[in-house]
């Protein structure tokens, strides 16, 4: 880890990092208020199943108990596309977009190893993707208190909750890195990363909404983010080594992967 | 001890050779960009690195910085192998990339600063060269982003330059730069040999590099076509001679390094080569209004190299299409 490295990339991304987890805390305070708010009125509604069931269990959230909302409001594309900010978008710019731009000539030029390189923009990605999940938790206890419900919280599970999410993202983002790491323009790296995600996501939630799809979740990264059940005090441990797995193996790759391509002149 | 060598340097980008096509075929997309290259650069000199677009020029570059890895051969910068080594050649390198981009919303104060603490040595060299290259305080408070070509330029230059490296390694160095800036860049340059720094540089503008290198590799389709100091080289090159006559022509047919004698409207043209003293004698007894012998130019020794290959195919076994003389600037 380099540093100077490090405090260059804070620099150019702490405004965003500010916007994006403060952005993430006002989602996260709203759905405890939908669900003080709705919470009775959206359980009467499925009891006389003028909706079907599943609908009520949007990738493994509901609107009918304080940890079911707080697991919507990290499920939900809003919260997926603020989080993605860090652990595609950041990630995927940070060595293919350098590259294409030209910057990573001059970086490279340093008496800095590409392993090096990595690790730094690999450690600043994790920092920023676990400031922006710590934002949607404080959002969810502030959302909490307001509505008097803290009670309700399994506090003590906060820490794991943060965690769940944040390897959720970290195993997304070793992917964006890889690839990063192993194309020579910002669209192959992006692109790719995108349709992975993507591809997970309607996995997770096809798989929610539709029984017969339920065995296709286990193949969504997705599947592993369980706030539900972290907060009711029965976490999976199976949920934090699949993603731990993900991520390390991404790692691994992009290790081998980057230190021994060639860096032809940007074109 | 030599600041870079290389022995039987080779980089080829492409697929390898298929079943399909025999080797050696172009159509087995292979590009040669480098091929057997071997030159050897001696500490506190000044060498050039001459070839037009797309000739290996870049490639050879990168190759000594460990961002590419050869095919075959072996290349060292400063005693240090460029593959195994990279890290602890580039502490001693400076830098300079052809069309160098910055990260664009930093002011020139900072990038500086930073490149700086990255490259891990402090920036003894900079004010000096920011006053040489005219770049003030207030130019260097304003974002990247807003400079202009030639001072983006002006800031790669320094930041390649500031920690004061053994060895200077420079793309196009003087792209984008005025005449003035250029002089500038010139008087660095001899102030780094002065103090026994190593210049490397590869360039496409002939009179540059003969005005200020010790030494010249001249690289054609990744080939090295020639290695010599620019004295050499030019005494090698024919100069182009002019008289006005103001009387009979003198008898030059058979003196030694005359050629292309042309005689009318009262003047007489010729070509010299070598030593000129066989010519001088000969013109010494004939009335002469008015001399011109034009000085050899780097010019003419570049083109001979490629000129020949306009005319000549395709080199088979290679995709790259680069043309010979694209891009070159006397």
Redesign the interface.
Known sequence: M?R??F??TWR?NRARVLIVAVALAIWGTFLPIIYDSFGSTFKDIFASGALPPQFAQFGGGDVFSLSGSIAIGFIHPIAVGLNLVFAVGFTTAAIAGERQ???L?????????RRVVYATLAVSGALFVGIAVLGSIVGSVIGASLTGRVSELGVSQLPLLWLNGALLYWAIGAIALLASASFDRLSQALGLTLAIVVVSYFLDVLGSLWPDAKGLQPYSLFHYLDPKTILAGIPHAGDVAVLLGVTVVAVVATLIVFP?R?????S | MSAIETHGLTKR?GHRPSRIHPPGHASEGLVRALEDLTIDVREGEIFGFLGPNGAGK??MI?LL?G???PTAGHASVLGLDSVHA???I??R?G?L???????D?LTGERLLD??A????RPPIRRAALLDRLELSPSTLRRTVRDYSRGMRQKLGVV?ALQHDPELAILDEPTEGLDPLMQHAFYAILEELRQAGRTIFFSSHILSEVERVCDRVAIVRQGRLVALEDIPTLLARRKRNVEIRLGGAPPELVGVQGVSDVWIGDGRLTCRLEGDMAPFLAAIARVTIHDLTIEPARLEEAFLEFYVPDVLDAPDPGTTDGADPVAGIRA
């Open positions: 380099n100077a490295l405090a260059h150019a731009r030209g910057t000539e001059v970086l490279l030029s340093r008496p800095i190893s021994r060639d860096l032809a002149a940007p | 980008y870049s490639t990168r910085l961002f590419l890895h990279s890290v602890a580039r502490a390198v830098y990339p052809g069309g160098i981009a910055f990260w919303g930073e490149l603490a990255m490259s891990g930041q």
